[in-house]
């Protein structure tokens, strides 16, 4: 723990060393912030405790130690020292500590530290000279912690601009930046933070007076807690949201968030915040003229004080307040009472305006029941505080009470003396009051002079605005004519320009409709030339198959004869030589038919056929080749045989002019379309998509278009080609 280190007794060089080793330790694990938070808040209910004395003298220690030896250290030390002087009040030697963490952690790099060094400079200049001189340090911190990115370092630097925003009364800054902290509070995902989060702003509103905004927070604190189940942050937020009330003078919400309170905070045995309901139950009833029900509320609320609370603060105000309305109430001897009491306290803390009001109270109350002496005792003191103060107020009061005193006792030249002086003080009141009585009938005079000259330059308006229609009616009246011979122009113009772009519109249609017409004739010529082209191929197939395929299978059969025959040629290597060739011309004849007239597609489907031709080729090339096909729907024979022809021209110019050494082919069907995907590795070429093609890629073009269907092509030089086919299919079953 690093107070425990602190507050070690150092006997020895050694042992200084030593700490010093194990506070750089401490420094360096990132607890040090945690551990400073922990010590610093205990320190506030002590913080001249011989406890800190000690801290206080071992970092001095340590901070001479790591002085030029160890920067990192000696920030962060600095750090903690300024923390320690700013809760002993020292505001002074705390700014300078911080200001010295600052410097250090900035030529070090120590973001961390660098940041908490601007928070506790910002802190120390808001109790020091006010919060306009924290701003700076703190916008500072706020960019800092936006720029490394640390979301609790983002969400202290929020909180400390809004509230002190909030208390130059800047309002609208302030509910900007509370708005951002509870956008990163809610992303947490730690609800009864934003809970905790969103009572703490609403109370910041609330002791401002920005009560809208403070309902909107507070309100939605509680929902919050409710959902949470959380008893105790509703019960705190519960009496918050009472005073809200209270302040807005809604008794009726306020009586009835009370009793809610007051529930609440009984059923789990919370003092302070019963005691605070029954308060505020108090301040309700009395706001309603209920001083029965008010009294006994603040009765209940001062016993909760006196028997299980100690806030002598709180029981003090609760006895003037008791004491006023048992005054109101005509019971006098209670009032005194408590009111006495109150005083006493009041002169133990050395509270002049409140020592001043009681003793004005309690003169009054002593001068009703005929106790002379004693009033006059209290309107004295009552009388030196009101003009230490330079209380007006409480001067006229004194006076007056002193007047009518002195009459009682028959002394009647003092008497006439404290009237005098009362009327004296009464006339100033009157005049300042008369002041702005008089400023209030100006302003309205005032006021009541532009509405008079308002109403004259209205009626001129008005006057000149009935001349104005009378001359535009008669410009009107002598311009309608003119309006019809124009508007009859602009008719005809109208008709001729619809009849000019009517004539345009039929010229497009009819363009439109030729240019359909040829398109759609030569796609007819293209099917015609396809169609014509499969039926050519099919005729040569046939031809090659049965005419010269069976040919040479009878001279492969005679052949054979001849071997049977003269055994001694099967040795000679003319004949071996002529036996291989009719082997490899009957091969080539069957491969030239098959590609003439696919067979496999009626038989065994467009799948299949690409397969084999893919295998067919890898045997007969160098090249290696993936296929990987996907068909699993039914496709019409033409768009098959298209499709085969289209994959046959592709392969057949890859192997021609790509010099590639593997070979991609990708087939797959989707419920409206089938995309065809060929890769290789090849030389490439530019202008990719260039239209002026070789022969196969236009053969390769016109198909697609016929099909309707696109073609992309990627190609560079020495990075091979990559195309792209996708065709639309008709719905199985059309």
Avoid at 473 to 485: G, T, V
Wanted: hydrophobic share 35%.
């Amino acid at each position: 723990m690093l107070f425990s280190i602190y507050l070690s007794p150092l006997s020895a060089q050694e042992e200084l060393v030593k700490k010093e080793i194990q506070v750089s330790e401490l420094l360096s694990s990132g607890d040090l912030y945690k551990e400073i938070r922990y010590h610093l808040n205990r320190s506030e209910d002590a913080p001249f405790s011989s406890e800190y004395e000690a801290a206080e003298s071992q970092l001095l220690s340590l901070e001479e130690l790591s002085a030029g030896k160890n920067p990192l250290n000696e920030a962060r030390i600095h750090l903690e020292l300024g923390y320690l002087y700013y809760f002993q009040q020292a505001y002074e030697s705390s700014l300078h500590h911080f200001q010295l963490a600052g410097k250090e952690a900035d030529c070090q790099n120590d973001q961390e530290t660098y940041f908490h060094s601007l928070i506790g400079i910002a802190t120390t200049m808001n109790n020091q000279s006010g919060s306009l001189q924290a701003l700076a340090p703190l916008r500072e911190a706020y960019q800092l912690s936006r720029e490394s990115g640390s979301l609790e370092q983002r969400i202290e630097a929020l909180n400390q601009l809004a509230t002190i925003y909030m208390a130059v009364g800047e309002l609208d800054s302030a509910h900007l930046y509370f708005d951002e902290l509870l956008v990163l509070r809610r992303e947490t995902e730690e609800p009864e933070v934003l809970v905790s989060e969103l009572h703490h702003v609403g109370d910041l509103c609330l002791k401002q007076g920005a009560y809208d905004l403070a309902q909107q927070y507070l309100f939605e604190a509680l929902e919050m807690a409710s959902g949470l189940n959380n008893k105790l942050l509703r019960a705190a937020l519960i009496a918050d949201i009472t005073d809200l009330f209270i302040q807005q003078k809604d008794w009726e919400k306020a009586l009835r968030y009370a009793g809610e309170g007051i529930e609440l905070s009984e059923s789990m045995n919370l003092s302070h915040l019963t005691a605070q309901n029954y308060k505020n139950r108090g301040t309700a009833f009395e706001g309603q003229q209920n001083r029965p029900e008010a009294l006994k509320a603040y009765r209940t609320a001062l016993d909760f004080h006196i028997t299980k609370l100690s806030d002598p603060t709180e029981e003090n105000m609760l006895k003037i307040r008791i004491g006023k309305l048992l005054e109101a109430e005509a019971d006098y001897t209670s009032a005194k009472k408590l009111l006495e009491e109150a005083l006493q306290e009041r002169l133990q803390w050395q509270d002049k305006l409140g020592m001043m009001e009681l003793s004005i109270n309690l003169g009054d109350l002593y001068l009703m029941e005929n106790q002379y002496r004693k009033a006059l005792n209290h309107l004295a003191r009552a009388e030196e505080l009101s003009q230490e103060l330079k209380s007006q107020n409480g001067m006229a009061k004194t006076y007056a009470l002193k007047s009518q005193t002195y009459a009682k006792l028959g002394n009647f030249k003092s008497a006439y003396e404290y009237h005098t002086l009362f009327k004296q003080m009464d006339d100033s009141l009157f005049n300042a009051e008369q002041t702005v009585i008089v400023q209030g009938l100006e302003e309205k005079y005032q006021a009541e002079q532009r509405e008079n000259r308002n109403l004259e330059l209205k009626a001129e308006v008005s006057e000149n605005q009935r001349l104005l229609e009378q001359n535009k009616r008669d410009i009107l009246e002598k311009n309608a004519q003119i309006y019809f011979l124009i508007g009859s122009v602009g008719l005809l113009i109208l008709l001729f320009i619809v009849f000019r772009y009517g004539n345009r519109k039929r010229r497009e249609l009819l363009q439109a409709q030729l240019e359909t017409s040829e398109k759609e004739r030569e796609a007819e010529s293209l099917r015609s030339m396809i169609s014509g082209e499969e039926l050519e191929r099919k005729r040569l197939a046939r031809e090659l198959h049965d005419g010269l395929g069976s040919h040479l299978a009878s001279v492969k059969m005679l052949v054979e004869a001849i071997q049977n025959d003269i055994p001694e040629v099967k040795d000679s290597e003319l004949h071996q030589k002529a036996e291989r060739m009719l082997d490899e011309a009957c091969q080539e004849i069957r491969e030239i038919s098959h590609n003439l007239m696919p067979g496999t597609i009626s038989r065994y489907g467009l799948e299949q056929s690409i397969q084999d031709m893919c295998i067919n080729l890898q045997q007969s090339t160098d090249l290696q080749i993936s296929c990987m096909l996907h068909i699993d729907r039914d496709i019409d024979e033409s768009t098959q045989v298209s499709m085969f022809r289209i994959v046959q021209e592709l392969l057949r110019n890859t192997v021609k002019h790509a010099q590639a050494k593997e070979l991609i082919v990708q087939v797959q069907t989707d419920p409206d379309q089938i995309s065809l995907t060929v890769e290789d590795d090849g030389i490439g070429y530019q202008d990719s998509n260039d239209k002026s093609d070789g022969i196969g890629l236009m053969n390769v073009r016109s198909r697609v278009e016929l099909l309707k269907g696109s073609l992309d092509i990627d190609s560079r030089p020495g990075k091979g080609t990559s195309i792209y086919i996708c065709i639309p299919l008709l719905p199985e079953g059309e």
